[in-house]
């Protein structure tokens, strides 16, 4: 089976949840016999010459095609982030070339979720994973400015002007025609000819809700890795039978060296903590922190991932924490080390502030035998058992946390007990067979294997 991954960054560069899971993925399926390939934004948005390129690499054994592009391609910058018709001539040239038996799209914010468009519009099989609130959320995380949840587009997308960009908000009030945007936006048709003015600007906005409906729904099947997700998406408007739930499998080889079997944890001995990935505001990472810093339990916390993404925030925490030395910021590991890290931990930290769907991190956790101690939000619920498996903790609360993983220095039996519930995570093989059944399913699609028997 020929296949096209399209995500909108890819390995080695970048290495979120995301990228992760479709570089297993793309493994999972070339060791099951089937020709991969990737095709993945390179966002580096510098005008370096030429404006636009296409390059070919291999990544790990994996093809992929990087596309590269100017920011100014496109008069309108706000539609570039789910909208540009030069990258989707572009996608349909590598389509009509490549010719796959399906098209999987895990992410496409600044490639366009006409992608999607394209591909049916060759007759191939489409099939799009949600991987986060992309296609609700222009700034992906469903939160407002101010930093409260967000349950979906307001207004129509009207409301996301405010969050988004602010000062265009603050320009349509000083020239009092918001409600003249309010009344025009539903009478506009998608895609709207770009223009610079404010009002034009804002119809962007309220724009980007319907076009992205538009193709999404043009998908063969669409994916949701939790019931969570989904339901945001059904309350949001779109039919519960379109999404259909299946869950992320785990790259079991990244747990190699991870301790099968633990000990009770001494009494005496400190509770290892850990925190993996983006070191920002929505992820909470200043809540974990601030929990070790206002307790004088045995309490230690290494804080795995890169400064540099969110420099802002991330430099004065490293600074807060810098005279405590139960505190540290080894920086990201590399992926095979995954499992000794987990074995180096007693309790991982999911602190987040946003609407998490299902964070790698916490299937990762469990798979190599580390409870987890989570915020009491979003998807998290569906995976952390309060009580059973680990913590579920107020949402931003440090003295919540800090209570809680008290109580885990205290009663190191409880421990003992949350790692004996743990769930069992599923494979990864187990997954790509999933997912190749997903391919087959679909009617007029993806054939299946052709047998052959012998006389």
Not at 197 to 224: K, M, N, Q, Y
Not at 281 to 295: C, I, M, N, Q, R
Request: hydrophobic share 40%; proline share 7%.
């Amino acid at each position: 089976m020929k296949l096209t991954f399209v995500v909108h960054q890819f390995l080695p560069r970048y290495f979120t949840g995301t990228e992760q899971y479709v570089y297993a993925v793309a493994k999972a399926m070339q060791a099951r016999g089937h020709d991969v390939e990737v095709f993945a934004l390179e966002p580096n948005f510098a005008e370096l010459q030429p404006s636009m390129l296409q390059e070919r690499e291999l990544v790990d054994g994996i093809p992929v095609v990087r596309l590269r592009f100017w920011y100014c391609t496109d008069r309108d910058f706000e539609r570039m982030e789910y909208a540009n018709p030069l990258v989707s001539a572009k996608f349909a040239h590598y389509l009509r070339q490549r010719r796959p038996d399906a098209v999987h799209f895990f992410h496409v914010r600044y490639l366009g979720a006409s992608l999607v468009g394209e591909a049916k519009a060759q007759s191939l099989t489409a099939v799009v994973h949600l991987m986060d609130f992309w296609f609700l959320c222009p700034a992906v995380v469903l939160r407002r400015g101010d930093g409260s949840l967000c349950d979906g587009p307001p207004e129509g997308g009207l409301g996301c002007v405010d969050c988004v960009r602010p000062d265009l908000g603050q320009a349509l009030d000083q020239r009092s025609i918001r409600d003249e945007v309010r009344a025009l936006a539903p009478m506009l048709p998608p895609g709207l000819a770009p223009r610079q003015s404010h009002a034009h600007r804002a119809f962007t906005l309220t724009g980007r809700l319907p076009l992205l409906r538009e193709h999404l729904l043009r998908a063969d099947r669409i994916v949701a890795p939790s019931r969570f997700l989904r339901s945001m998406f059904v309350n949001n408007g779109y039919p519960e039978s379109r999404i259909e739930v299946l869950s992320y499998g785990i790259d079991e080889s990244r747990l190699a060296h991870c301790a099968t079997e633990r000990t009770m944890r001494p009494f005496d001995a400190p509770l290892r903590c850990a925190y993996f990935g983006t070191i920002a505001e929505y992820k909470g990472t200043d809540v974990a922190v601030d929990a070790v810093l206002g307790s004088q339990a045995a309490i230690d916390l290494k804080v795995y991932g890169r400064t540099s993404d969110f420099a802002e925030f991330a430099g004065p925490l490293v600074e807060r924490a810098r005279n405590d030395a139960r505190i540290a910021f080894p920086g990201p590991f590399a992926r095979e080390h995954l499992g000794q890290v987990l074995a180096e931990t007693d309790v991982l930290l999911v602190p987040s502030r946003w609407y998490e769907n299902t964070p790698f991190v916490v299937h990762e956790a469990f798979a190599g035998g580390v409870p987890v101690v989570a915020s009491d939000l979003g998807g998290l619920r569906e995976l952390v058992r309060d009580g059973v498996c680990g913590d579920l903790f107020i949402p931003g609360s440090a003295l919540d946390l800090r209570l809680r993983l008290e109580r885990l220095v205290r009663e190191p039996e409880r421990l003992a007990r949350y790692r004996s519930a743990l769930p069992r995570q599923k494979g990864m093989a187990e997954n790509a067979a999933e997912i190749e059944d997903l391919y087959r399913s679909i009617p007029g699609g993806v054939a299946p294997p052709v047998t052959t028997t012998r006389a």
